[in-house]
């Protein structure tokens, strides 16, 4: 009741609490955890947010779920229609119940809001499927960077085209959609709240990567391993992993990121696994001097080649800072900052629970260590 009449003095006193608390405020804002999700295109990235948002409990909304139900035919049809264009590229010529198939498809509308997959698609989609020309052009296309998800579908037409049919969790991990702008969804773990950013990884998307730069406590940096033997979407010429490997040098080396930690997932292990024995890392990497098909000796090489880009940046910023003189308010800086390298499968929730366990140990270690010296 006493808040009824308020003088002087409890005017003076809420003043000071408002101030307090934007102190405070700005405080938690300064030691906020900011991770951010890079990599080139198609490593993975919205894939690891997705998965984030289904192990820490953040549903996806109604809406969202109708969005990645339409945008799985979708991809389906565009995954298709992807493998008919390499068979022409091929010159394989595909029989005539499936290129009548393949003709139906090119001119598919798109899903409208709650409309059920049309039922007339499941047996064009199984037609070509079951054709032994469309599976020789599918191995082909692991080289030529088909989409990673169509066989995971294809293998769930009788569930996809149920009339009650809503993605489960694992079909919106599986579905693509290229990542334009940044993104950015809020998480708490071990009552501490992590933000955590998403980009696009196509070269016309990387420009905007710098307006994310500021405050970062640690990378998560993806890479695709079964892009070793793959070209780029964006020219068709460019080697993926070279190019990732390009990407996580200027990184490594920026100056924003001279003290900050660096978690790298060397991604897709799964299809690496299954390629690595019919296509000779050698081929594209000549120095490789592992064993042919082993996919031992290839992930370590590849786990190699990305460590060693990073320590040599990182003796590239000792060098300079030692020649610098030592400011006071340094002592306690991260001199040495770390890189921790992950084999993973983004799309196996199982295991990227078991990895992100750790991931969040070191996030929250190293928002530990900057705050020491803020
Ligand atoms: N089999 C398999 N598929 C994966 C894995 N990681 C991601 N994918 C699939 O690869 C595709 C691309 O993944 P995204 O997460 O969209 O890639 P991104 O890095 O966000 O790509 P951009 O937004 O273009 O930069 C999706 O269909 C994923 O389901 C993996 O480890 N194994
Ligand atoms: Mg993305």
Redesign the pocket.
Same mark, same amino acid.
Not at 268 to 281: A, P, Y
Not at 321 to 350: C, I, L, N, W
């Given at each position: 009741m006493g808040g009824c009449f308020s003088s002087p003095s409890t005017e003076d006193e809420r003043h000071r609490q408002v101030e307090q608390a934007i102190k405070e405020d700005k405080k938690s804002w300064g030691r906020r955890n900011k991770v951010l *999700?890079l990599?080139?295109? /198609? +490593?993975? !990235? +919205? @894939? =690891? %947010?997705?998965q984030m948002r289904v192990i820490n409990s953040m549903p996806f909304t109604q809406a969202e779920v109708e969005t990645y139900r339409q945008l799985i035919f979708g /991809?389906i049809v565009g995954g298709l229609q992807a493998v008919y264009e390499l068979m022409e590229e091929e010159g394989i010529e595909p029989a005539e119940d499936t290129a009548r198939a393949f003709l139906e498809m090119q001119s598919v509308p798109d899903l409208k809001d709650h409309e059920v997959y049309p039922i007339k698609y499941k047996a064009i989609f199984e037609q070509v499927w079951g054709d032994a020309d469309v599976q020789k052009a599918v191995i082909l296309g692991q080289q030529t960077g088909l989409?990673? /998800?169509l066989s995971?579908y294809l293998e769930h037409l009788e569930r996809l085209f149920q009339p009650n049919y809503v993605p489960t969790q694992q079909d919106i =991990?599986?579905? $693509?959609? $290229?990542? @334009?702008g940044i993104y950015e969804i809020e998480l708490t773990i071990q009552k501490q709240a992590i933000s955590l950013i998403? =980009?696009?990884?196509?070269r016309s #998307?990387r420009r905007k990567w710098i307006h994310c730069f500021q405050d970062v406590t640690s990378i998560l940096f *993806?890479v695709? %391993?079964?892009g070793y033997d793959q070209t780029l979407t964006e020219d068709h010429e460019t080697n993926q992993m070279q190019d990732s490997m390009i990407v996580w040098e200027s990184i490594c080396s920026s100056p924003w990121f001279e003290h900050t930690s660096f978690i790298l997932f060397l991604? !897709? #292990?799964? %299809?690496f696994q299954q390629k690595v024995t019919h296509s000779n890392i050698k081929r594209h990497f000549p120095d490789y001097d592992g064993e042919e098909g082993n996919a031992k000796d290839g992930l370590n090489y590849f786990k190699r080649r990305f460590l060693r880009i990073h320590t040599k940046t990182t003796q590239a910023f000792h060098s300079k800072s030692a020649a610098r003189p030592k400011m006071p308010q340094s002592q306690g800086h991260k001199d040495v900052r770390k890189v921790y390298p992950y084999f993973?499968?983004?799309?196996?929730t199982e295991m990227i629970t078991h990895v992100l366990a750790f991931v969040n140990d070191i996030i929250l270690l190293d928002n530990l260590v900057n705050s020491a010296i803020l």
């Amino acid at each position: 009741m006493g808040g009824c009449f308020s003088s002087p003095s409890t005017e003076d006193e809420r003043h000071r609490q408002v101030e307090q608390a934007i102190k405070e405020d700005k405080k938690s804002w300064g030691r906020r955890n900011k991770v951010l *999700l890079l990599g080139t295109a /198609n +490593s993975g !990235k +919205s @894939t =690891v %947010l997705k998965q984030m948002r289904v192990i820490n409990s953040m549903p996806f909304t109604q809406a969202e779920v109708e969005t990645y139900r339409q945008l799985i035919f979708g /991809n389906i049809v565009g995954g298709l229609q992807a493998v008919y264009e390499l068979m022409e590229e091929e010159g394989i010529e595909p029989a005539e119940d499936t290129a009548r198939a393949f003709l139906e498809m090119q001119s598919v509308p798109d899903l409208k809001d709650h409309e059920v997959y049309p039922i007339k698609y499941k047996a064009i989609f199984e037609q070509v499927w079951g054709d032994a020309d469309v599976q020789k052009a599918v191995i082909l296309g692991q080289q030529t960077g088909l989409p990673d /998800n169509l066989s995971y579908y294809l293998e769930h037409l009788e569930r996809l085209f149920q009339p009650n049919y809503v993605p489960t969790q694992q079909d919106i =991990v599986h579905s $693509r959609a $290229r990542t @334009t702008g940044i993104y950015e969804i809020e998480l708490t773990i071990q009552k501490q709240a992590i933000s955590l950013i998403d =980009v696009g990884g196509q070269r016309s #998307e990387r420009r905007k990567w710098i307006h994310c730069f500021q405050d970062v406590t640690s990378i998560l940096f *993806l890479v695709s %391993l079964s892009g070793y033997d793959q070209t780029l979407t964006e020219d068709h010429e460019t080697n993926q992993m070279q190019d990732s490997m390009i990407v996580w040098e200027s990184i490594c080396s920026s100056p924003w990121f001279e003290h900050t930690s660096f978690i790298l997932f060397l991604n !897709k #292990e799964d %299809l690496f696994q299954q390629k690595v024995t019919h296509s000779n890392i050698k081929r594209h990497f000549p120095d490789y001097d592992g064993e042919e098909g082993n996919a031992k000796d290839g992930l370590n090489y590849f786990k190699r080649r990305f460590l060693r880009i990073h320590t040599k940046t990182t003796q590239a910023f000792h060098s300079k800072s030692a020649a610098r003189p030592k400011m006071p308010q340094s002592q306690g800086h991260k001199d040495v900052r770390k890189v921790y390298p992950y084999f993973t499968t983004a799309t196996d929730t199982e295991m990227i629970t078991h990895v992100l366990a750790f991931v969040n140990d070191i996030i929250l270690l190293d928002n530990l260590v900057n705050s020491a010296i803020l």
